[in-house]
């Protein structure tokens, strides 16, 4: 039986007229930096074609991702896209000048009243063994884009709750889209390709995953993506840029009214997306 092959008219309409590339080095370059990386192209080549397998975590490799495009960031170049839009949008200029960070105390988290997404957020910890990221304890940022970053991750059960979505695969990647939307809106093109990158790079990498290996497994995703799509284009503003110490004390409905969210209609919806997308 013949393989399937794309030639003829068909592979020239792809390569858009164009001959085959020709280098005059040796070794593999491009005009990408990013290509460039074998760390990138290693990781990205994994995390599109491998398993999520049972003896390995879910996110396994993103710090290795993050690290390695953290290193081939042009600070300086970041550093004036973040400027630019410091001019632009007061808010986020105040964000990155008061240097705010929210951290849960969970020791007088007794304090907030029963409904309030402080409580909520308490008892969600209590009954997960979740926390904030320790590894940010004691950090001091040294820029606005580290502020911004430890803002963001700090945060990120916070915005589960708000949102509706759940911490299953499904629920996860509704939140990518959700940031991504939220991030394409309110900063300039450029900057909000940096602040996307590792939303991109993780829903990509995951849905090449589950076209190879969990099929059964792609309605759900795409129907979370709608969902991240949409409440992001309902909503105001990246959540980041928010008082959490302030909504911490207000009814969730409130807060949820106040940031424009339309929360995802069922949590639990996609919870079967745990067990389906492993093995």
């Known amino acids: 039986m013949d393989k399937l092959q794309i030639s003829g008219d068909e592979d020239l309409y792809y390569k858009e007229g164009k001959g085959p590339v020709e280098g005059t080095t040796s070794l ?39 690290n390695e495009y953290h290193r081939l960031l042009d600070d300086a170049e970041v550093d004036r896209m973040i400027n630019r839009d410091r001019a632009r949008q007061p808010d986020f200029a105040a964000l990155l000048d008061s240097r705010r960070l929210t951290i849960l105390d969970l020791d007088a988290a007794d304090r907030y009243a029963d409904g309030t997404l402080g409580a909520r957020l308490r008892d969600f910890y209590r009954a997960t063994g979740f926390n904030q990221v320790l590894a940010y304890k004691g950090v001091v940022p040294a820029n606005d884009y580290q502020h911004y970053t430890m803002v963001r991750t700090l945060i990120h059960d916070v915005e589960h709750l708000v949102t509706g979505f759940g911490t299953d695969p499904a629920g996860e990647l509704g939140m990518m889209y959700l940031y991504m939307t939220l991030n394409s809106r309110y900063f300039s093109p450029e900057l909000a390709g940096v602040m996307n990158f590792n939303h991109a790079y993780l829903s990509s990498t995951w849905m090449m995953r589950t076209d ?11 129907e979370a993506m709608k969902v991240g799509l949409e409440m992001g284009n309902r909503m105001k503003r990246p959540m980041p840029l928010e008082d959490w110490e302030r909504l911490f004390e207000l009814p969730i409905e409130t807060v949820r009214e106040e940031l424009g969210v339309t929360p995802a209609a069922d949590p639990a919806a996609w919870r079967w997306t745990e067990e389906a997308w492993r093995g």
């Open 28 to 66: 593999l370059s491009s005009n990408s930096k990013w290509l460039n990386s074998a760390v990138l192209r290693d990781l990205f080549g994994q995390e599109m074609l491998r398993r999520n397998g049972h003896d390995i975590g879910v996110l396994q490799l993103v710090p290795e991702a993050m």
């Open 212 to 222: 190879l290996y969990y099929p059964g497994v792609t309605l759900a995703f795409l």
